[in-house]
Structures are given as structure tokens and as C-alpha cells.
């Protein structure tokens, strides 16, 4: 299938033949609106999805959100179709082009982030599918000269119930293109949904196996240069020499470019571009902060938790609970800095003349590539093309725009297409990180066992003071806490404390944000409080949850379907997390192996049961809830970006090791039915498999791991602790 | 100017000797199926078959290439078991990674058409997957090895 089209042939299609929608976000809600009335609007009007069908009775839906895997080019689709009651083998994707029109409504901006595609572009697109249904019902029934009640809609047809007549939607467009869009078409029933609900297979597998998916990096235009950047080994390091000469004797070389970043080489092929860059043979001088180092680091944070804070929560009365805590237990957690590693590394390929642009870019944030090129080229927005590829990983990467900026400085400097690939090495040295943070937490027990106190302080960067300053809140960067302040376990007297510290090292979104490490901090602090109390760890949590029926329900199965308290081979246990994060309630169970002697740990199996509320695709979902909690066992135990001399060191695969197949765990997943509102599903499997490895950690060998990864040495040191 | 034959095909690029047989595939003569990872055979993203063999093409020169036999994930038939068992399994999220893969395990197959769970993780241990897919990607070769599909 061509999932990729350019805004030419886009503007073509919508007005040309056949029946189009448009949904426009509006204060009170959403307005549907004809190609025709679209004409009529001014230009500042600005509708956000377009649903197309054309006579030959093709359904396209144009996708603003961005495929990184988490599968929205085939579940939005599915929900247009499914209200449309459309054929499927006749429905296409069309992938949007960066513009208003196309903005997410609830944000009003085009980026896709936060677990929240299907969340916030559901209700939209189900209008969108119910209203051109019911024009196509109404167009039908005038063919016919029938009552619109005696007509059915029936898999891209509309049938005469009595005469059995039937006209395809293709048939029926012309007509239907006249009528007025109706604002409050009804719903579908549950029981009427065809696809929603199914294992519809993705649209991009075919182009995924067969290798004609295009993903940023295979991009090319005719009279490209390559680029490649060399950047600074410490932070804002300066370059004081480099041979110039030397880079444009390499043969292919046509330039040597000064960038903020660095310095480039633009090249007619990507090998004299690399080569040329080897050449420069750069000398750095006056790294801004040669003290630095993972060491450091480390110091400076737990230093820092002497630092008042801000307070983010405060319920009750902490300070006088812990006071009269029977058992009184306090731990400090400590979390390193992770990268992204997606797999296709950064890269940007860029075309800028006088009177346009194009660029072709795996970007989770087209809004933000468009903002980018119009300040760096001067020109308007629609003079701005941006064609979003495939994306090879995003995880919050790609949401950051500094690539897409030296791709237009350097074909605008150049005067050519440019394209810029990154090496591993560069994508993995400047890298936005998840944040590195430190967590001291202390809490009360009575002499039941009950918790009657939990004060958490956490020193923790900020990324939203960088990417979203105007949603810090009193000083507050809710990613930084988001799973403490919102933490569900019911406790009586809870505070928490947020000590904002930032480092030279940038801090960004990173898969499941502030969950991805406050989950393993909580999660691992009720199971010290559970063996504090001498309770089971599941039943710990089921009595500090009894308000939150989500909460207790993906536990109960997820400890169900993993057998929790059936006996294990001595050095296995079970742990159990859970977390709640984007709409979405995930519990997991780790079946975990521990060496007392050599400090590896196997992790088996992972059984996980996931409360998204009601579910579009559930192959999607569970492939999600596999992937991402994968990928957080990845970060788990082996992942820790490594800082000296005032810069990163992990450079590559080979020092910053990702899990791979024969450290992968048997997954098992479980979607618990649930009428609840959407959750998220992309980053929702993250946050409790590091928890649930280590708390079963625990319960093998005795060793209680508060810091990650967890590799051989963290666990031995732990275990000398015991 | 240096000759080599892909899927069957004759080609002849005017490239220095040294350059990764990687670049060649996917930049010249663009067949970017083919992707580049992480430039050290580390990830095997990049996995092509020379003389029937999975190799990393980031790791070979180009005029080492010469005179063998070059498959890339272009050249592997629609109707190979292994891709069919990859849409049955529905593997690929991202998919940047996954080209690789079915390389590499298209390469096992052929040398082993039963291979024991072992034996699958030997040969795809080679192969990072970011997105997590490794499940499936192991249920696929052994639905593959079974002889392509589900009852």
C-alpha cells in the first residue's frame, strides 16, 4: 500500500469527485463539514480530519498522527470505517501533510505523543464515518424515492430493506457530496461494530516484511548532498582546529560547513561525506564542564535530596505520622540517564529554495517541523511542505526537532537538497535523555502493617521548563512526578516533594516520561513495606487500593493468570507491579531467576493484564503491552548512559547494550474488558516490568535493588547489603 | 569500477574499494531495504545474504563483495515461507529492524529448517529489536520451520 502522498496530489483528491468530510474542533465540540461548505469557509477556518470516498467506491482517511509501531495508520482507519460501515479491503490511508487543518484537537498541534492518538482522535473520526453513513443513507433513499428508514447501510453498500435494492457508496457519493453534513449523526451500538473490537490486521506489514516501507532515511532527490556533522565530544566544547583541507581533498566532497552543532561535510555520496568528516581530525578545547561524569553525577543528585523542594502533593499530615510510626522505613532509589536508541537513527533530508520547501522527516512533531523551517527559511506555511515518513522508533526522540533544524541550515547553506543521516554514535552522544533522578522516600507503619505515612523527594531534572515551559505549574514539571502526585496506593498522609535539577546533560521525553521511573521507585517501596509488614505483596497492594476497582482488577488477573503464590524452583520468584499511566491501568508479574554467586538475573516470563478501557485493535494493544514492557526490561537491566571528561561516553551498541532475543521473556498478555473511558497503549507496558523483575528479585535471593540497571554488579552489591 | 550481482541481477557502480558493501546497496543503488543501524555489525539491521549466508553489509567492503552472490530483503520471493509467517504473526511494529531479521532467520531456515528454540536464539541474538518484537519474532520462525502457516 503507498502510505505516502504529496500535498499536490492530496489537494487533488479532496477536490475532486466524491463524497468528502471535514471535522473541525470547536469550542463546543466538533463541526462536520462538506468539501463544498469547506470552499465556503474563510481561511482561518480549520478543519482536522478528512474522510474521502470516491466513486470507485475507495474509503480514504488521511492520518495526522505519526506510525512509529504503535499502529495508528490501521486503528484510526478502522474507526472511520467501522462507523462508515465500509468495506475494508476498500479502505486506504493517506498520510497528512503539516498543516493546521491537520492539528490534534485537544492539543492544537500535529505531534503524536503521550499514548494519546486513538484517545484524542476517536471521537472526531467516528463523527466523521457516522455522518457521511447517514448522507449516504439519505442520498440513497432520494434514488430510490423511499424513506430514509426503509434504507440500510450494509459493507460499502446502502441496501432497500424491502426491495432488497442496492447501491455502493462509490455509487451514491455524487448525490451524497450535496447534502448538507449532519452535526449529531448517532453512534453505532456496541453490537453493530464490525471492526472495532478485532484483530484487523495492520495496513503496513506487507511494506514492513517485503522492505518498501519508506522510512526517513531512504529518502532521496535528485542532486542531493549528503551531510555529516561533527559534533563536540563534551558539552558546549569548542572547536579550535580542524583540516579543512584534508575534507575537501576526499574525493566527492563539496563543502566543509560551519553548523551551530559543529562543522559538516556535504558530499555527493554518504561514504565521501563520512570520510570527509574522519578527515577533519577536530580539536576541542574548553569542555564547559570537564568535571563531568557519571561519578558526579551521582553525587550532585544525592546531594541535592538535602535541598527543599517544592511541594506537589501534600495530603494530611506526613511529618506527624511518621512520627508516630510504629516502623518507620526509608530507602533512597536512584535511576540513570537512558537513551533512546531507536533503531533508524536521527536523520532529516531537506530541500530548500527561494519560493519553498520540502522535507522528508520520521517525525513525531510536524507542527514543530513546520515552526522549524518557517523560522530558518523565512517562508509561509504553505509554501512548507512536510512529508512525513515512516518512523524507524520514536519514543519520544522524534518529537525534538534539532535534526530537521541542521538538515534546512545546511540545504539552505548549500543551496541543495540535503540529506542528513546521523551516525549511531552522534544519535547516541546527543541524545535528549530520559532524566537521571534520585528518590529518598520515607513512610510509617502502625502496628498492624497499615501505611499511615509516605513522604517522597525526588530530584529529578526538567524537560518541561525546555519543551512545554508554559505548562510548569508553581514550579512544578509534572513529568518529573506524574505517578507520585497522582499515585493511587490510599494513604492517609502523603507528600510529595519535587527538587528540580538540571544538568549540562539535555533531558526529553523518553517512552512512558515520568512513569518509566516513578513506577519503579513506588512499586518497589510498597514491596519493601509488604515485607516490612509481613504481607504478601499482592495482598499488600489490594488493601491500600480498595477505591480503585481498575487498580485491583488488572492485579488480581495478571496474579491469576501467572499462578502468584504457586511454589517455584529455589532461586525463582515471582514480583508483582502495577501502574497506572495514560488513561491506562497495567499490572505485570515477573518470573525471575537470581544468581546469589554471580549476580545475573533471568527474567522467564512476563505475564501482564491491561486495562485500556474499551479496545479499537487488541492485537495492537497486546503487541504494545509486549513491546513495551520489552523494552523497559531493556533499560531494566542493562541500560545506563555513561558519562566522563564533561560528555557522554556510551557510543554505541557495544557499550550501551540493548536486551536481545535470548534475554527476552515469554509474554503473556491479558486485556481485561472494561467499559471505562480510553486509556493510552503505547507507553502504558513500560512502567511496572522494572518494579515486578525487581521485586521478584527480592523474594528469590533477598537482595533489594534500588538502583538501575540491573546488572550483575547492582545485584551483588545489593545482595552484600542483606 | 567494481561489478556485483544482487537478486540475480548484474550491477557495476563506480565506487572506491573500501566503501561498506551497505551504502552501495542501499544509497547507490538504492534497494533500502537494507538498513544501516549502527555501522559496527552490532545490531544487524543491515543483514544481507552472501552465498546463502547472513552477514552484516556494514562490515564488508564493497570489493569483497565482488564475484559472489548478493541477496537483499528485495530479493527474497513474496511467497517465502518466512515473510508469510511475519504477516501471519503480524511481527513488525516500527519495522526499521525487521528487514534485518527475516534475513537472518531466512539464512537459518535454509541451513536449518527445524531449528531448536537454541539454536533460533544463536542465530538471532545478532539482531536488536527496540520495539520489543522478540516473541514474536521467535513464534514466526517456528510457524515458518512448521511449513508456513496456522491449521
Redesign the interface.
Known amino acids: 500500500m503507498k502510505t505516502t502522498i504529496t500535498r499536490r496530489h492530496f489537494l487533488k483528491i479532496t477536490a475532486g469527485a466524491g463524497l468528502s468530510i471535514a471535522v473541525a474542533a470547536t469550542p463546543m465540540g466538533y463541526r462536520l463539514l462538506s468539501a463544498g461548505e469547506m470552499e465556503k469557509e474563510p481561511f482561518s477556518f480549520r478543519p482536522s480530519v478528512w474522510l474521502k470516498i470516491l466513486p470507485d467506491n475507495m474509503v480514504i482517511v488521511v492520518v495526522n498522527k505519526s506510525e512509529?509501531?504503535?499502529?495508528v495508520y490501521t486503528s484510526l482507519p478502522m474507526i472511520v470505517a467501522d462507523e462508515l460501515d465500509a468495506d475494508w479491503k476498500n479502505v486506504r490511508m493517506e498520510v497528512a501533510p503539516a498543516a493546521d487543518a491537520y492539528k490534534d484537537p485537544e492539543w492544537g498541534t500535529q505531534a503524536t505523543g503521550g499514548s494519546s492518538s486513538i484517545r484524542h482522535m476517536h471521537e472526531p473520526l467516528r463523527k466523521a464515518g457516522a455522518a457521511a453513513r447517514e448522507m449516504l443513507l439519505i442520498a440513497a433513499a432520494r434514488e430510490w424515492n423511499v424513506g430514509v428508514k426503509e434504507c440500510a447501510v450494509d459493507f460499502g453498500k446502502v441496501r432497500h430493506l424491502t426491495s432488497n435494492r442496492m447501491l455502493t457508496y462509490g455509487q451514491l457519493t455524487n448525490e451524497a457530496s450535496k447534502l448538507e453534513v449532519p452535526q449529531n449523526p448517532a453512534l453505532k451500538m456496541e453490537k453493530q461494530l464490525r471492526y472495532i473490537g478485532k484483530e484487523i490486521?495492520?495496513f503496513?506489514?506487507?511494506?514492513?516484511?517485503?522492505?518498501?516501507?519508506?522510512?526517513g532515511?531512504?529518502s532521496?532527490l535528485p542532486g542531493m548532498l549528503?551531510a555529516a556533522i561533527i559534533r563536540p565530544p563534551a558539552y558546549e566544547a569548542n572547536l579550535v582546529s580542524f583540516n579543512k583541507e584534508a575534507a575537501e581533498g576526499v574525493?566527492g566532497v563539496r563543502a566543509v560547513v560551519p553548523i551551530h552543532s559543529g562543522m559538516a561535510v556535504c558530499a555527493d555520496?554518504?561514504?565521501a561525506a563520512w570520510k570527509g568528516r574522519d578527515a577533519l581530525k577536530p580539536d576541542w578545547k574548553n569542555a564547559r564542564h570537564p568535571d563531568l561524569s557519571t561519578k558526579s553525577l551521582e553525587k550532585d543528585f544525592i546531594s541535592h535530596l538535602e535541598i527543599k523542594g517544592i511541594i506537589a502533593r501534600n495530603d494530611g499530615d506526613v511529618t506527624s505520622a511518621l512520627k508516630a510510626a510504629a516502623t518507620r522505613i526509608e530507602s533512597v532509589y536512584q535511576l540513570p540517564f537512558l537513551s533512546h536508541?531507536?533503531?533508524?537513527?536521527m536523520n532529516c533530508t531537506a530541500h530548500v529554495r527561494p519560493d519553498g520547501c520540502d522535507i522528508w522527516v520520521p517525525t513525531q512533531n510536524q507542527s514543530g517541523v513546520l515552526k522549524t523551517a518557517m523560522q530558518i527559511t523565512g517562508l509561509k506555511p504553505e509554501q512548507i511542505n512536510v512529508h512525513t515518513t515512516?518512523?524507524?522508533?520514536?519514543?519520544g526522540r522524534r518529537f525534538e526537532k534539532d535534526f530537521v533544524e541542521e538538515a534546512l541550515l545546511l540545504s539552505l547553506s548549500t543551496g541543495k537538497p540535503a540529506k542528513l543521516?546521523w551516525?549511531?554514535e552522534e544519535d547516541m552522544q546527543n541524545d535528549l535523555y530520559r532524566p537521571m533522578n534520585v528518590s529518598r522516600i520515607q513512610a510509617s507503619l502502625d502496628n498492624d502493617g497499615r501505611v499511615t505515612g509516605w513522604s517522597h523527594k525526588i530530584v529529578c531534572p526538567s524537560i518541561f521548563a525546555r519543551v512545554f515551559p508554559q505548562y510548569m505549574k508553581n514550579g512544578i514539571d509534572n513529568a518529573a512526578v506524574e505517578g507520585l502526585e497522582n499515585m493511587e496506593y490510599e494513604v492517609p498522609n502523603i507528600t510529595v516533594e519535587y527538587v528540580r535539577f538540571d544538568t549540562p546533560v539535555p533531558v526529553g521525553f523518553w517512552r512512558s516520561v515520568g512513569s518509566s521511573h516513578n513506577a519503579f521507585t513506588v512499586e518497589s517501596f510498597v514491596d519493601e513495606l509488604a515485607h516490612a509488614a509481613g504481607k504478601d505483596p499482592l495482598e499488600f497492594r489490594l488493601g491500600l487500593l480498595k477505591k480503585h476497582p481498575r487498580a485491583q482488577r488488572v492485579l488480581q488477573v495478571a496474579a491469576e493468570k501467572a499462578g502468584w503464590g504457586k511454589p517455584m524452583a529455589k532461586g525463582q520468584a515471582r514480583g508483582i507491579a502495577y501502574h497506572m499511566s495514560f488513561g491506562s491501568y497495567v499490572a505485570e508479574v515477573a518470573e525471575v531467576s537470581a544468581n546469589r554467586k554471580d549476580g545475573t538475573i533471568k527474567v522467564h516470563k512476563v505475564t501482564c493484564a491491561v486495562d485500556c478501557g474499551s479496545t479499537v485493535n487488541p492485537?495492537i494493544v497486546s503487541?504494545?503491552m509486549?513491546?513495551?514492557?520489552?523494552?523497559g526490561?531493556?533499560s531494566a537491566l542493562k541500560e545506563k548512559v555513561e558519562l566522563a571528561d564533561g560528555g557522554v561516553k556510551s557510543a554505541?551498541?557495544?557499550d550501551y547494550e540493548?536486551?536481545?532475543?535470548?534475554e527476552?521473556?515469554?509474554?503473556d498478555v491479558h486485556i481485561v474488558k472494561s467499559d471505562e473511558k480510553l486509556g493510552g497503549i503505547g507507553e502504558p507496558g513500560v512502567p511496572p516490568v522494572a518494579p515486578a523483575v525487581a521485586n521478584a528479585v527480592f523474594t528469590a535471593v533477598g537482595a533489594r535493588i534500588r538502583q538501575l540497571p540491573m546488572k550483575p554488579e547492582t545485584v551483588l552489591e545489593a545482595l552484600k547489603q542483606t | 569500477m567494481i561489478s556485483l550481482e544482487i537478486n540475480g541481477k548484474s550491477y557495476k557502480v563506480d565506487v572506491a574499494p573500501d566503501v561498506p558493501l551497505l551504502w552501495v546497496i542501499r544509497e547507490r543503488l538504492k534497494l533500502t531495504g537494507t538498513k544501516y543501524g549502527c555501522g559496527i555489525g552490532m545490531c544487524g539491521s543491515c543483514t544481507v545474504h552472501i552465498d546463502g549466508k547472513a552477514q552484516r553489509s556494514c562490515q564488508i567492503a564493497v570489493v569483497d563483495a565482488q564475484g559472489r552472490k548478493i541477496t537483499t530483503i528485495e530479493g527474497l520471493p513474496e511467497n517465502h515461507p518466512i515473510k508469510k509467517a511475519w504477516i501471519q504473526e503480524q511481527v513488525p511494529q516500527c519495522g526499521y529492524c525487521q528487514t534485518g531479521q527475516i534475513m537472518q532467520a531466512a539464512a537459518l531456515l535454509a541451513e536449518d529448517p527445524h531449528p531448536s528454540e537454541t539454536k533460533i536464539l544463536q542465530a538471532m541474538d545478532g539482531n536488536l529489536c527496540r520495539c520489543g518484537t522478540y516473541s514474536k519474532i521467535k513464534s514466526a520462525i517456528r510457524l515458518a520451520s512448521k511449513g508456513g502457516s496456522r491449521p
Open positions: 512509529m509501531g504503535q499502529g490486521p495492520r503496513d506489514m506487507h511494506d514492513k516484511v517485503n522492505g518498501t516501507a519508506q522510512f532515511i531512504d532521496f549528503y574525493a555520496t554518504i561514504d536508541a531507536t533503531m533508524e537513527p515512516f518512523l524507524g522508533g520514536g519514543f543521516v551516525k549511531r492485537g503487541a504494545q509486549m513491546g513495551g514492557l520489552t523494552m526490561l531493556s554505541n551498541f557495544g540493548l536486551l536481545r532475543m535470548s527476552a521473556p515469554e509474554v
